[in-house]
């Protein structure tokens, strides 16, 4: 079954770049039929979609996130990737990665959570 | 504030019944989007609870069940157990947004 792990720096200085990864077990992000996607849940609060990305490329953002966002792939590693620019405190929160059901969208599974702080 | 609308918290005690509400708009439940049901408990990742509006993943017992009408859906939980008390989440599509929404999340207490 399909697993997904984040990582990255827990620790982010503001008005810099938050960059995190999400490693993919189990099946190919190059497969059809999926949105890899991530979310964030800032501190006691409800989840907040970021953006997916297509297996052809194709991205999708939070209009509110993306001026600042960038999804992107990287097929030979099998993993996908999450940059958020010129972060301040607001940015910080638990990122979770997740596959998405192309179509009909829901996440299922989802990797289990890094929180990033954004703090000098 | 969250585009789709949900109670804060609900609570009920072993072996009744709750329900928790999810009311959207005519740019997503209304517009036809399915709904989808996550439960989270305390530092962990969401779980996909009913997705499809009423269909349950493997292993997600009967006693959760999903339904739809209009601009709204609802989650039903059967037969509370303690191990239900956690914190639930419906999410949609939104055509405005060109992407996903999430309620606000409920809090379910097991009195």
């Known amino acids: 079954q399909v697993q997904l792990q984040e990582s990255g720096p827990g620790l982010v200085e503001p008005s810099q770049t938050l960059s995190l990864t999400c490693a993919v077990s189990g099946g190919s992000i190059s497969s059809g039929g999926y949105y890899w996607s991530w979310v964030r849940q800032h501190p006691g609060e409800g989840l907040e979609w970021i953006g997916y990305i297509y297996y052809r490329g194709s991205t999708y953002y939070n209009p509110s996130l993306k001026s600042r966002v960038t999804i992107s792939l990287d097929t030979s590693a099998n993993q996908f990737s999450l940059k958020l620019s010129s972060v301040t405190a607001a940015d910080t929160a638990v990122y979770y990665c997740?596959?998405?059901?192309?179509?009909?969208?829901?996440?299922?599974?989802w990797g289990q959570g890094t929180l990033v702080t954004v703090s000098s | 504030q969250s585009v789709l609308t949900q109670p804060p918290s609900v609570s009920g005690a072993p072996g009744q019944r709750v329900n928790i509400s999810c009311t959207g708009s005519s740019s997503n439940i209304g517009a036809g989007y399915d709904v989808h049901w996550y439960q989270q408990y305390p530092g962990t990742a969401p779980k996909l609870l009913i997705f499809g509006n009423y269909n349950r993943p493997s292993g997600v017992p009967d006693r959760f069940s999903g339904s739809k009408s209009d601009t709204s859906a609802s989650l039903a939980i059967t037969g509370l157990q303690a191990e239900d008390e956690a914190d639930y989440y419906c999410?949609?599509?939104?055509?405005?947004?060109?992407?996903?929404?999430f309620g606000g999340g409920t809090k379910l207490t097991v009195l």
């Open positions: 997740a596959r998405v059901t192309y179509g009909v969208p829901w996440f299922d599974p």
């Open positions: 999410q949609s599509h939104d055509r405005s947004l060109s992407g996903s929404v």
